[in-house]
């Protein structure tokens, strides 16, 4: 559950960084890989230093993602990147309540799911950038 507070979290730091603007955007793609597979679901995190913008892509069938805004790009920065699998829906039980939870995979290892221990950074320039992942374990 401390994963699905971390997605609520940077939805949040996305809205409220996705204002109007006339500042500079730049656009990011890429691929996901794992010990050289492409990571066909999942979530890729961004997050600028201090939280002050945040933004997430979908990770494509083919281990493709695409990170921009409705406006089109994000703010040109350095971004702390974590990868995290997609989310499932829970059905309610006589014990608990139905939710979300981050679905069991074997190819994101753990330190990727995390900004703090990923050890992944991206800088993002003004344009169109690029930045492959490749996981291992």
């Not at 793609?29 to 050289?36: A, H, R």
């Not at 990170?67 to 350095?78: A, F, I, K, N, R």
């Not at 014990?95 to 993002?124: C, F, H, M, W």
Request: proline share 7%; charged share 20%; hydrophobic share 30%.
């Amino acid at each position: 559950m401390k994963y699905c507070s971390a997605i609520l979290a940077v939805t949040l730091l996305c809205v409220a960084g996705c204002g109007g603007s006339s500042e500079p955007q730049g656009t990011l793609s890429g691929k996901v890989t794992y010990n050289g597979e492409p990571v066909s679901e999942g979530v890729v995190i961004f997050s600028s230093s201090g939280a002050s913008f945040g933004a997430q892509a979908d990770i494509e069938e083919d281990g493709s993602y695409t990170l921009s805004t409705y406006e089109g790009g994000v703010p040109p920065g350095t971004y702390e990147v974590a990868v995290l699998p997609p989310t499932i829906t829970l059905p309610d039980t006589e014990d608990s309540p139905g939710g979300e939870a981050l679905k069991e995979v074997d190819n994101i290892p753990q330190k990727y799911r995390s900004t703090q221990s990923s050890e992944l950074t991206v800088t993002i320039n003004e344009g169109s950038n690029t930045f492959d992942i490749a996981m291992e374990e």
